[in-house]
């Protein structure tokens, strides 16, 4: 998915409560906090994983983000979920063999055996299938047809399924960037998930990380030119101009694909801006984390390791990182 799935891999970073209300609908929700993936250290791509209670039960809620649904979404969910749960268990025998260890010689008093969490996984689907919709429910089987059921199941979130209507009245504000790609989007849809957008937003950069990302969800599914026209203009009317960061991303693509009619030479030098770099969304991130702008030393070092590693490389570290982390990535010799 690259920018788009950077982009909602990112503004889902700071949205838990909307990913959670969805993973889990009808239900009290309370969000703890995000859980390192296991799956990363085992050079596996996982998107989301939640740490929530779900009418007070603790559980690890893991999300993906897909542009399209395929035949191997399944299998994939099932091997995210074991490797999951593979390394709650591993984690929960180090805490047992510390504990073990710390006791004093003699000692023989019972150590509580620690339960994993359970594990709940979602996905969000972008477009697939229309003749046959997706069922809200899909699983992989590991055992015998005709026996107990034994695998996983997850919820399918298919927004292309879904209305405006649906995806306006889905709780926060998240959801309302992929009107783009509802079952009836129009114009008309667009200019409702903006205005409902500025109603919800807490801050002006929120307000245009959102936009953004509802722009790469239009650009990904080839909308109208005037649902993208529209995006860019209430970006330029918030003050999201090329020299913004995370507004810069999308507005490079929109030129990459050539519009030149009416553009001035700003929006001109603009595209080639985006051109040369392609990283907008990436180097947004980094400055996001860090705090402040990247220097123009710290940007030819992003570019040549994406060059090197690949631009989802460069997405993983920024997510995985803090920013005295960051900087120091940034000024190692090989990283």
């Known amino acids: 998915m690259g920018d788009l799935d950077i982009s909602l891999r990112s503004v889902a970073a700071l949205m838990p409560e909307d990913l959670a209300a969805a993973a889990f609908p009808g239900a009290h929700v309370a969000v703890r906090g995000w859980r390192e993936s296991q799956v990363t250290t085992m050079e596996r791509r996982m998107d989301e994983l939640l740490d929530v ?61 620690e339960h994993p969490l359970p594990i709940e996984s979602a996905v969000a689907v972008l477009s697939g299938p229309t003749k046959k919709p997706l069922a809200a429910e899909r699983g992989f089987r590991s055992s015998m047809r005709g026996s107990r059921f034994c695998g996983v199941r997850f919820r399918v979130i298919a927004v292309y399924q879904r209305s405006v209507e649906e995806l306006l009245s889905m709780p926060g504000k998240l959801w309302a960037v992929f009107v783009p790609a509802a079952r009836d989007t129009s114009t008309a849809g667009v200019k409702r998930a903006i205005r409902t957008l500025e109603q919800r937003s807490r801050t002006a950069m929120e307000l245009g990380d959102l936009l953004a990302t509802m722009g790469l969800v239009a650009e990904s599914r080839g909308t109208l030119d005037a649902i993208q026209e529209m995006l860019m203009k209430a970006m330029e009317d918030k003050g999201y101009t090329p020299d913004t960061k995370f507004g810069r991303m999308f507005w490079e693509k929109g030129r990459n694909e050539g519009r030149n009619e009416g553009r ?38 992003l570019y040549a390791r994406a060059a090197e590693r690949g631009v989802e490389h460069l997405g993983d570290v920024v997510l995985d990182l803090d920013g005295p982390a960051l900087t120091a990535w940034l000024v190692a010799p090989a990283a």
């Open 53 to 113: 209670v779900v009418d007070g039960t603790p559980v690890l809620a893991h999300f993906e983000w897909m542009e399209r649904w395929t035949q191997d979404i399944p299998t994939r969910m099932y091997e995210y979920h074991t490797i999951t749960m593979l390394g709650q268990l591993q984690q929960i025998a180090a805490r047992r063999a510390e504990a073990l260890a710390k006791r004093p010689p003699g000692d023989r008093t019972p150590i509580p055996w």
């Open 264 to 301: 001035n030479e700003g929006r001109n030098e603009g595209r080639k801006e985006g051109r040369k770099e392609g990283l907008g969304a990436v180097v947004h991130q980094f400055e996001r984390k860090m705090a402040r702008a990247l220097t123009e030393k710290e940007r030819e070092v």
